[in-house]
């Protein structure tokens, strides 16, 4: 029952260099999201998809690429990373709202257990 | 636009003390829904409950119980007879009907319980 898996779960690097974190589940959900939490600022959207194929622009999408070539993977790529997008950052992922379906019992969103990245 | 407020940034007791824990949101919708999570210092997201803003009957669970007021825009969160276990930073959170496919966060409460 593996839910959603995020790798890696940590990681260094060195300002201007790239990475891209997978995030995958097997839910078979349609939409998914990733968010970065930092010390006092809760969670705070980055980017997510509402199927495969789409990506829309969340909250603080700067710096950050997003690709869904399939439903249960969500990538998320720094192309030059800096040490500002230092954080810990979470996929997750649900069905959509309604349809009988609305909240997947009483959890809106499933998370995977973070990425520790460090950027230095 | 929606928003969450957690005003106490942290809280300290000691254990056996009971705690609440505020959330204020604001929403334009009619139709919204409200949630606790808990992220202990293992640091994954834990689901506590979730609220539907056209029930406002408050729950218990064990020592937890929710106080949700739809008149004065609050959710708050208590725990009875506090443990060293119940540290951790506690969310709120809130998904509006009109953007539903996504969560807003308050920016947390960070419960430490002292033996």
């Known amino acids: 029952n593996a839910g959603v898996t995020q790798t890696p779960k940590f990681r260094v690097l060195k300002t201007g260099q790239s990475m891209t974190l997978l995030c995958a589940q097997d839910?078979?959900?349609?939409?998914m999201y990733w968010y970065r939490q930092d010390p006092g600022m809760g969670l705070r959207l980055i980017h997510y998809?509402?199927?495969?194929?789409?990506?829309a622009k969340g909250e603080v999408p700067d710096g950050y690429n997003v690709s869904r070539l399939k439903k249960q993977n969500f990538l998320l790529g720094l192309e030059s990373a800096a040490p500002s997008q230092t954080s810990v950052y979470f996929c997750?992922?649900?069905?959509?709202?309604?349809?009988?379906?609305?909240?997947?019992?009483?959890?809106?969103?499933?998370f995977g257990d973070g990425t520790r990245l460090s950027i230095l | 636009a929606q928003k969450v407020t957690q005003a106490q940034t942290e809280i300290s007791v000691v254990e056996k003390e009971d705690v609440t824990l505020d959330c204020v949101y604001e929403?334009?919708?009619?139709?919204?829904?409200l949630f606790w999570y808990k992220q202990p210092p293992s640091g994954e997201l834990v689901f506590l409950i979730r609220?539907?803003?056209?029930?406002?009957q408050n729950e218990i669970s064990g020592r937890y119980s929710w106080n949700f007021q739809k008149s004065t825009s609050s959710f708050n969160f208590t725990i009875t007879a506090s443990q060293v276990v119940d540290s951790a930073v506690y969310f709120c959170?809130?998904?509006?009907?009109?953007?539903?496919?996504?969560?807003?966060f308050g920016k947390g409460t960070l419960l430490t319980v002292n033996p």
């Open positions: 997750a992922s649900s069905y959509p709202a309604g349809g009988g379906r609305l909240m997947n019992g009483n959890q809106p969103q499933h």
């Open positions: 839910m078979n959900h349609e939409y």
């Open positions: 998809s509402v199927g495969e194929g789409t990506t």
């Open positions: 929403t334009r919708d009619t139709t919204y829904y």
């Open positions: 609220r539907n803003s056209f029930d406002e």
């Open positions: 959170a809130l998904l509006g009907g009109g953007s539903n496919y996504k969560l807003t």
